[in-house]
Each structure stands twice: as C-alpha cells, then as structure tokens.
C-alpha cells in the first residue's frame, strides 16, 4: 500500500538517536535546547517551546494567553481535533469560524461578521486559533488585523505548516500571531515521533509555556519567591504538567531539520506534477496562496460535485493507494454535536469536507508510485 504520507529516517537520524540512548540523559539534557534554538533559527521567532506534542503546546499556548472558563475560543471546523480541544481543556468554550471552501482554511470574511455579531452580544473570544491547512498559510495579515481590532489574541495552528512562508516571512516568524505552534508526528514535515513547539517573541508568554510544560516548576535563581535551600531545591508557581519532550525526541528533530528545506523542496516538486497532470482532469486541487510558499503537509483535490467520493476512495484503496480525506468537520464529531453544533452550521467547511480527498505525498515518493497514482485516479474519474 503507498501510505498518503511517511517519515523519512536516515543513518543519520538512527546514528542521532543511538548516541543520546548511550548517554546519561534521556531527558532534560541539551537536545531540547538545542533543538529549540534550531525552530528559532529556521523560523526567525525570538522563542521556542518544545513539548511532547503540539496538542500539549496547544494546551499550554491556551493557559499562556489567560484562557480560562467562560472564555471563548475559535477555530477552523476544518482541522483534526486538537485545534479546538485545547480550549476545553482550559475550561474554555468552543465555537468555530467557517472556512473558505477552496481553501479549506479560516474565512477572513466570515470571520469579520462573526467578530461583529459576538460583539454585539458580548461574546467575543479571547483566542482565535486559525490552522494552515495542509501546510498553505490562512490570510495571517487580514485575520490578525481583524483580532487586533477586537482585542482577541492568536494562535496559529501550523501543525502542517514548518518550513512554509506567507508574505517571504516564515511561517513561525509569528509577525501576524502572538504564539505559532507545529507539530512533528510522523507524517508531518519533520518528525521527532511525537512532538510539537510553540514559537513566540513576547518572553512572558514564552516563560509561562516553559513553566507550565513541566510541573510549573522552576529551579532558575532569578524567579525564586523564597530563599534558595540549596542545589536541591525547586519551586512550583503554578500548577503545570508533564508535557516535556525526551533527549531522544529532540535528536531526532535536531537531526530532521538538517533536511526540512530539502523536505519541503521535494513535496513541492511532486506537487507540481501532480498540479499539471491533475489540470488535465475535472478536480480543484487545493493550493496556497499566492504570496505563500507552502511545506505541503497534504495534497489536497476537491472533486466535482457528481463523482462520488467514497466509491473512488474505496476503489483506490483497492489499488493500495491509501488515499485519505482531512477532515472530517471538528463541529459534527458526535462530543461536538453533544454541545449544540449541528449539520449545516458552517456550510462552507462541509462543502470542503464532502469534495476533498487527499493523495500520497511525502518526500519518498517515487516517480513511478506518483504515475500510478495518477494513472489510477485519471482511470477512475
Ligand atoms: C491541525 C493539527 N493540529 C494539531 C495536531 C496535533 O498534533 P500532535 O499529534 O503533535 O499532538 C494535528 C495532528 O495531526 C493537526 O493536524
């Protein structure tokens, strides 16, 4: 079966891994800072916060920014889960944005009318959580003019996204957000296994995502509260987690970003055969926009209206070719219907979700896989 997605490991990487599992530290030794400042190097952010996984720096990014119960978060319903859990598990309510149906990605438009009717009711949220999806940059200029403009703080959810650009800036760089998260689960960019980072450049909210990862503990001089006992002693300032990422983790990331630009050169490369061929073919493919260059996490194809989606998803499966389809609308999973969305809520978003299907791509895919696959689905439709 070609996977629609798949890591990349090297000698290099296994040789990475090895050398820590043969030294003292497993964790909280040197390749989490390191790998840290490798983020802040190929994402031009002041800070960076590793965690063992972008849900946890979701998580985190969330209590950063003081959300908290009776608040209001909002996200894209066209994303995976976590974008819109993290604010639940702050105690937060949920409510979602509807996207642009050829993108996939939050509306700025039906963001604006939305910001203008909960202002009117007194329910404007705190934090907004746009996701880039597929790795292709939502309007950051326009969304964060939007929330500046109503007090709401921002959280890019760029899960997809390392190693892509919006306006020459990377993705990251957070000139259009107050904290950008990503995540290296293995079909992702780069992987680290599990793992995720929060890159910022407002230092408070960078301590506060640090403190929180572990336990809220800290063991640095200059923010004691009390006299310092002695070289055992810590203190806890708040009540935090156990979010860290391993030394294992981090060598493998501190190993992976060495190829992240060749990653996303190689994605792109296979995209734009897949964009020419499928231009002969009656499908949208989904695509960035035009002052973006995008990591291309997922590609992406809307189908037309009378095919029918399943039928080809099954039949190309059969061909062991693991097509998928990102996402299902967050506000219909049944926890979601449970607190009051319904069907039709947000109808761009299930216009996407009814065309979209996603096609094979990652680094390794090689030019016959990618015939096949166009072989296969040209013969189909
Ligand atoms: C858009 C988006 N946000 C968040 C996550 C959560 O990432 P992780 O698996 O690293 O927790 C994912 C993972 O697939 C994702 O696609």
Not at 11 to 30: F, H, K, M, N, R
Request: contains cysteine.
């Amino acid at each position: 079966m070609i996977p629609y997605g798949r890591q990349n490991i090297s000698a290099e990487d296994i040789a990475a891994v090895t050398a820590v599992l043969q030294s003292d530290c497993l964790t909280q030794g040197p390749q989490v800072p390191l790998f840290e400042q490798h983020i802040c190097a190929v994402t031009s952010a002041k800070f960076a916060v590793a965690a063992n996984s972008a849900t946890s720096m979701l998580h985190l990014a969330c209590l950063a920014l003081g959300v908290t119960k009776g608040d209001y978060v909002w996200t894209s319903p066209i994303t995976f889960v976590a974008s819109a859990n993290c604010a639940l598990y702050c105690g937060a309510n949920i409510d979602f944005v509807d996207v642009d149906r050829y993108t996939g990605n939050m509306c700025p438009k039906a963001l604006e009318s939305k910001l203008k009717q909960a202002k009117a009711q007194n329910r404007l949220p705190k934090v907004l959580i746009p996701v880039h999806m597929a790795g292709h940059s939502c309007d950051m200029q326009a969304i964060w003019l939007l929330a500046k403009s109503y007090g709401v703080r921002v959280i890019e959810d760029a899960s997809h996204g390392i190693g892509g650009s919006y306006q020459n800036r990377k993705i990251g760089t957070c000139q259009y957000s107050d904290i950008t998260i990503f995540s290296f689960h293995p079909v992702k960019i780069i992987t680290t296994a599990e793992g995720g980072v929060a890159t910022t450049n407002d230092a408070v909210l960078a301590e506060s995502m640090q403190l929180l990862r572990s336990h809220g503990i800290t063991k640095t001089p200059q923010i004691m509260l009390r006299p310092d006992e002695g070289d055992w002693y810590y203190e806890q300032h708040a009540l935090g987690f156990n979010y860290r990422m391993t030394e294992l983790q981090a060598a493998l990331g501190n190993s992976q970003i060495n190829r992240l630009v060749s990653f996303v050169e190689q994605r792109n490369k296979l995209v734009a055969t897949y964009v020419a061929e499928l231009a002969k073919l009656n499908v949208t493919c989904v695509i960035p926009l035009d002052n973006s260059y995008s990591a291309y996490h997922l590609m992406i194809v809307l189908l037309p209206g009378h095919v029918d989606r399943k039928a080809i998803f099954e039949a190309m499966r059969a061909a062991d070719i693991c097509v998928h389809v990102h996402y299902f609308p967050v506000h219909l999973q049944p926890y979601y219907l449970n607190k009051g969305f319904a069907e039709h809520d947000f109808p761009e978003a299930e216009y996407f979700y009814q065309h979209c299907l996603t096609l094979p791509l990652f680094p390794d895919l090689t030019e016959q896989e990618q015939g096949y696959i166009l072989d296969t689905l040209k013969g189909l439709l």
